[in-house]
């Protein structure tokens, strides 16, 4: 390493970084102190959904970089999810201004510099905050990522699980909060005796400090994240009129007294993408890059069934398109299957201030190939707006580690004006979709012999909420749930020929039409297809019968069915 020349370090990159695909443009390399233009450091865009890594301690510049790296990847027409939680990247939607400093900076990385504003889309958790609100049911998000959320141990998480597989075998809905407390409250009660004798492995006094739990997630304000409507995820993978990918940013303005939930949210959003796309294999450019910041928050204190869950979402959701990469201050916050996986890494520098931090920065280096540079002292010493950098190329194996001047974005390196996101917002089509909440039939209504609580009025300029139209009866619904159980299965059904009656609702949930893309025989054809799972979705969410509902609990326990 001490023998090589400044010319043969620079052959070394300059060779490692030639690709012949589209690639996102990262900067120019640093090579004995001084930055080489001439030597510039990019990602395959093939690669980006072999996920990646963005590290580095407060205050290094990884949030620039990934506003960087979002621009790039909205121009090639790939589809951006960005966790703003500083609500710096809002900047994306507003024209930067150049200035002697910028132009002097992006001419000696040789960076032709343009003034742009991208396609943005805002987004906020349940309406916290300006962005179109996103919201979840409960069912939905699943007993894993909710117990994520309530802090519950793995027994309790177990009895969770019960209590879903309670619900979903009686037809009883948990669109929000109050339809699972229903739920619970019943299982406990005189009346729910026999029910809980019979799910084996729940006790009372478990299903007690559940119900607990729930009650102090409504005492925290937590119940407008979960209803209806339903957030599509498939929202996330739109491009805009132009052909550039949407940016799609996640306002996150109360992250600091919800860390939990933010974190487990973003999962669920995942999960749900997971379960939706098709396999996709090797693509010229994925179909949405996915940035977690804050990861450390996912990983801390989490059950083992949720590290086995993120885990296997990461090593699969590649093959549907699909890149995450994951944002944090050192590669030690994230464990080391998931680590594994990451193939592209931005590494920004670290502080080596206490001999926790001496660790943490010789883990950092251990994890690099063998390079040209000292890397630990480079890593000491970088300065903001520089990165070590390594990432795969399109054989398949990395690239020479790079110390690199990172580009400047275009747009705005701060939040845009409170103006131009509620205009924005207000122009958005998902705010007519999203925009009024909802209350259906669910289990909260049918345990209790009640009717749906009226929404009120919409919102100005919102469609009004949907009526309670009633729909085929349950008996109908089934027969033909297990005609086309026997047609795709070719096995005589499993289900039993008469419904179970219980609880009996006062009068059957609304059941939307289906879109004409999600008829029988585009169910059928998806399955022959091999795409069973989601021929099947569709039929699940057209009929809610106990077939689909035993097909569609994924990885995290969470299901797909929505009300659309």
Known sequence: MANKSTAEKLATIQQGYTLEGATIELGAAIVDG?????????????????????????????????????????????????????????????????????????????????????????????????????????TS?????????MDLNDTQESSLQLIFHFADQKNLELIDLKDLRAVIQFLTSDEGKAELEKLGGLSKATAGVILRELVGLEAQGMEKFFGEPEFDTAELLRTAPDGRGVVSCL??????????LFSTFLMWLLADLFEDLPEAGDLDKPKLVFFLDEAHLLFNDASKAFLEAITTTVRLIRSKGVGIF???????????????????????????????????????????????????????????????????????????????????????????????????????????????AVDNVSAYEKLNGQVAASTGDPAPGLPPVPSSATGASQA????????????????????????????????????????????????????????????????????????GRDLMRGVFGTSSRRRR
């Open 251 to 260: 306002e996150l303005p109360t992250l600091q007294t919800k860390p939990l």
């Open 476 to 547: 109908d619904i089934d027969a033909e749930a297990r005609r086309i159980e026997e047609e795709i299965l070719g096995r005589p059904s499993s289900r039993a020929s008469t419904p179970e009656s219980y609880p009996a609702p006062p009068a059957p949930a609304p059941a939307p039409a289906p879109a004409p893309q999600d008829g029988m025989f585009g169910d059928i054809a998806g399955a022959l297809g091999g795409a069973l799972g989601g021929g099947l979705k569709s039929m699940v969410r057209s009929m809610g019968t106990q077939l």
């Open 141 to 149: 998000f699943g007993p894993i990522l909710l117990s994520r959320i």
């Open 34 to 138: 001084e930055v080489h233009k001439e030597a510039q450091v990019r990602l395959p865009l093939a690669m980006m959904n072999r996920h990646g890594l963005v590290a580095g301690a407060t205050g290094t510049g990884k949030t620039v970089t990934l506003h960087m790296i979002a621009e790039q990847l909205s121009t090639a027409g790939v589809p951006v999810f960005l966790a703003d939680i500083k609500g710096d990247l809002s900047g994306l939607a507003t024209p930067a201004t150049g200035s002697e400093k910028l132009t002097a900076r992006t001419s000696a990385l040789g960076q032709q510099w343009e003034a742009k504003n991208f396609p943005v889309e805002f987004l906020s958790l349940g309406g916290d905050g300006n962005g179109i609100p996103v919201r979840a049911t409960i």
């Open 326 to 436: 994951f944002v944090t201050q050192t590669p030690k916050d994230v464990p080391a299957d998931i680590l594994g996986q990451l193939a592209n890494r931005v590494q920004h520098a670290l502080r080596a201030f206490t001999p926790e931090d001496a660790k943490a920065l010789k883990a950092t280096v251990s994890t690099f190939p063998v390079s040209d540079y000292d890397l630990e002292k480079t890593l000491t010493s970088a300065g903001i707006g520089e990165a070590v950098i390594t990432v795969m190329n399109e054989k398949g194996a990395p690239t020479p580690v790079a110390l690199t001047r990172l580009r400047a974005p275009e747009s705005v390196m701060g939040p845009s004006t409170d103006e131009l996101i509620r205009s924005t917002v207000a122009a958005s089509s998902l705010l007519v979709k999203y925009g009024t």
